[in-house]
């Protein structure tokens, strides 16, 4: 059953930050972007290392490993050495906290 999981309250994360969130056995990378929240898996599709301790700027994420860049809205790969999209989640807010939809119940 698909269902959205509370995962933290709004003011928690502020514009320019970035938390990882942990969604059953995912960790999800959780980023407020001038206000706009987006959510992506936190494994870069290059190599698999986490994607938290990369920069985020202008809605992009940049792995801290090897430089791949990810949109955060689409997932899509903005440059090598990555080719494969990473996973997104839709984000919503509601009652002030930031919601998460649970994909793996999405039937």
Request: aromatic share 6%; proline share 4%; glycine share 10%.
């Amino acid at each position: 059953m698909a269902r959205w999981i509370d995962v933290l309250a709004v003011n928690e994360l502020t514009p320019g930050m970035h938390k990882l969130v942990e969604l059953k056995q995912t960790q999800i990378l959780l980023a407020n972007v001038a206000g706009e929240f987006y959510a992506v898996e936190n494994i870069c599709s290059h190599d698999g290392g986490s994607l938290s301790g990369g920069e985020i700027c202008a809605g992009e994420v940049t792995c801290p490993r090897h430089g791949a860049r990810f949109d955060l809205k689409t997932g899509a790969v903005l440059s090598p050495p990555a080719f494969e999209d990473i996973a997104t989640y839709a984000v919503r807010i509601r009652d002030n906290r930031v919601q998460v939809f649970d994909q793996a119940n999405a039937g």
